[in-house]
């Protein structure tokens, strides 16, 4: 079952269930989509990978309303904010941890010769294909540093 269709389940599953919150945030998750669709074009579905774009989206935009909200005192807004994260990251594939992320930096590392923190945009290029969906840019970014300081 493509994550389209999981998400168009999950939604009757959630309104059956009451669960208020999962409902609005399936819906509007549910509406990102159609309009991905229709973007497209009618003949064209919206692949997995599209999906999963358009989730981790709507999860940053999240965060960063939270952040906003909070900064402008309006801290019960921006924890509605942050209590649709956990809906929408239950669509995402499951994220690297802080030991898997190092063991993949140090392997990229290695098959690519990276000797030195100059090389960190070749290190980083090689490595993103490899943790896209998996790892935030930033976070990889902050181990990719650390490691390349070690090695410095």
Known sequence: MGLVARVA?????????????KVSVLRM???EFQKAQA????????????????????VKQRREAAEQYEAAGAS???????????????YLPA??????????????AEKAGIASPKDM?????ALMPEV????????????VTAYLTLLA
């Open 95 to 108: 994220q690297l941890g802080d030991d898997e992320l190092d063991a993949l930096i140090r392997t990229v």
């Open 76 to 90: 019960v807004r921006a924890k509605e904010e942050l209590s649709e994260i956990p809906v929408l990251e239950e």
């Open 29 to 31: 998750l549910k509406a």
């Open 121 to 125: 945009g070749k290190l980083m290029k």
């Open 39 to 58: 973007d497209k074009g009618r003949s064209v579905e919206v692949t997995d990978d599209d999906a999963l774009v358009l989730v981790r989206r709507l």
């Open 132 to 143: 896209t969906g998996r790892a935030d840019g930033s976070r990889v970014k902050d181990r």
């Open 9 to 21: 389940a999950d939604l009757i599953v959630a309104m059956k269930a009451r669960d208020e919150l």
